[in-house]
């Protein structure tokens, strides 16, 4: 049995496989949730801290089930050796929706507590300006796409196992400014925010121009792998491509719109008894 | 079985012609496939094709850029990455070239590779592909002049179904009817893109 979805050269059927290592990385992330806020919700709260909403509850628990979706059979399986589309789908499940959904479900009062030593609160601080988040996020994106990375990795189930995770770390990294949940670490204001999301929109144009329009496929794992149903190696890669581009690109847009909308309320907000005053 | 396969083929490799690669004395020096040192003639050989013809191999490659692979339809996954990988390289090059090139698939597994199924599949890649039915002395006779094992069925599970062991190289013959290179799983569509150009024009 294996632990964790690496590739095996194996023929792909659709006959269910557990992969024990996924539930336990998924467990522990909702163990953990559960415990924390059983055991340490205070009675009382100050400042901005309230207490943990079903909202935030059910956001954490979709974060975790993207998660899920993303490193268990089947999709995990196809991502790690039989089609780049499924890989693509997997890192945008791993950088573009787990971790958001994961940070908006923290409630206020736990990301305090999580960060309450002195080295956390200054990564914490560090990670809410855009240089480094911008540089790790980019950085992790160009290596883990690189082909001898994937070849390197593509066998074995600590690699996999490694790979993924720093790429949903990367999501972690990459999300942390642009949703801002703490005052106290001087976010960005909405345009920047907006402005940081943008700057991330053009990268993943690169490899994902190369996929769509190559002429022949571009990592030998995926080229070489036995085939599903049929699709060919080359449909494979412009799908991934796509995939990248569109799906990624609603997912940025769709937030840089909820943000530009945000940022308008709070404007509006604020000049509204500027208004009234000089009626 | 992919292991399975690899073993054979490079067993077969290994105790062939198969050369340094170099190409230079056939006058094509940077092929991405494995160059045989001594050119193999074709093997002459009548397959039946899936209309139930006869298929003289050297009569009718005459003159073409002939690319020869021996597996089977229920391959798991060798035989449809091969044909696959062929298939799409077909497509891009330009007419000129690939009316000049013929692909033949000779089943290993004749007792499930019925004519209509051998079509039907190879048609998912490229109708124009051609599909040979042997018997297995006719079918080992062209593996061996090729200098390529035999090829041998697995085990019958117990849902009736089982594998066949067999090279998972292509053999590539030039126009002039000789073999010159042979192309192992793992040889990938850039490669054939680059090698089949050069190959017609071996002299």
């Known amino acids: 049995m294996s632990w964790w979805c690496a590739a095996s050269g194996l023929p792909w059927t659709w006959d269910w496989r557990a992969f024990p290592g996924v539930w336990l990385f998924v467990g522990a992330n909702a163990l953990w949730y559960v415990r924390a806020l059983r055991r340490l919700e205070p009675a009382r709260f100050a400042g901005d801290d309230a207490p943990t909403t079903r909202r935030e509850v059910a956001l954490f628990f979709a974060g975790v089930a993207a998660l899920w979706l993303a490193a268990d059979w089947p999709l995990g399986l196809l991502a790690a050796g039989y089609l780049l589309s499924a890989r693509t789908f997997q890192y945008l499940l791993f950088v573009m929706v787990a971790p958001p959904l994961i940070l908006l479900g923290l409630p206020r009062w736990l990301l305090r507590r999580l960060i309450r030593g ?20 980019n950085a992790v994106f160009i290596a883990v796409h690189l082909p001898p990375v994937i070849a390197a990795t593509a066998g074995s189930q600590l690699a996999s196992f490694a790979l993924d995770l720093t790429i949903i770390l990367s999501g972690f990294v990459f999300w942390w ?5 703490l005052p106290e670490l001087a976010p960005m204001a909405y345009p920047a925010r907006i402005g940081y999301l943008l700057l991330s929109v053009f990268l993943p144009t690169v490899p994902a121009s190369f996929y769509t329009y190559a002429r022949f496929p571009i990592y030998p794992l995926y080229e070489l792998a036995p085939r599903v149903h049929g699709i060919g190696a080359v449909a494979d890669q412009q799908v991934a491509g796509l995939t990248m581009k569109v799906l990624g690109g609603f997912i940025l ?21 500027r208004k009234e005053t000089v009626a | 079985m992919r292991r399975l396969m690899g073993m054979v083929t490079g067993l077969a490799l290994a105790c062939g012609p198969a050369g340094g690669g170099d190409g230079a004395a056939g006058g094509a020096a940077d092929l991405r496939g494995r160059v045989l040192a001594q050119p193999l003639a074709k093997p002459e050989v009548v397959f039946t094709d899936t209309e139930g013809r006869p298929y003289d191999l050297r009569r009718q490659t005459e003159g073409f850029l002939t690319l020869l692979f021996f597996g089977y339809t229920h391959c798991p996954d060798v035989c449809p990455v091969h044909m696959a990988n062929i298939a799409a390289v077909v497509k891009e090059l330009p007419p000129s070239v690939t009316t000049r090139v013929k692909v033949l698939f000779v089943t290993t597994d004749p007792a499930r590779d019925t004519p ?4 039907t599949w190879l048609a998912q890649f490229d109708p124009s592909f051609v599909g040979l039915i042997g018997d297995t002395a006719t079918v080992n006779r062209a593996q061996a002049a090729v200098q390529l094992p035999p090829s041998q069925p ?38 054939w893109a680059h090698d089949i150009p050069k190959l017609l024009a071996w002299k």
């Open chain 2, 116 to 119: 209509e199924r051998l079509r």
């Open chain 1, 253 to 273: 847009f769709g937030t840089m719109s909820v943000m530009f909308f945000r940022w308008h309320r709070i404007e509006e907000t604020a000049e509204t008894p």
């Open chain 1, 118 to 137: 002195r080295v956390a609160f200054r990564l914490a601080r560090v990670l809410s300006r855009p240089l480094v988040p911008l540089l790790v996020y």
């Open chain 2, 154 to 191: 697995g085990e019958v599970d117990s849902a009736g179904n089982y594998l066949v062991g067999h090279a998972a190289a292509v053999v590539a013959f030039t126009p002039d009817g000789l073999a010159r290179a042979m192309y192992p799983f793992g040889i990938r569509q850039a490669d």
């Open chain 1, 177 to 181: 400014p642009a949703l801002a949940r």
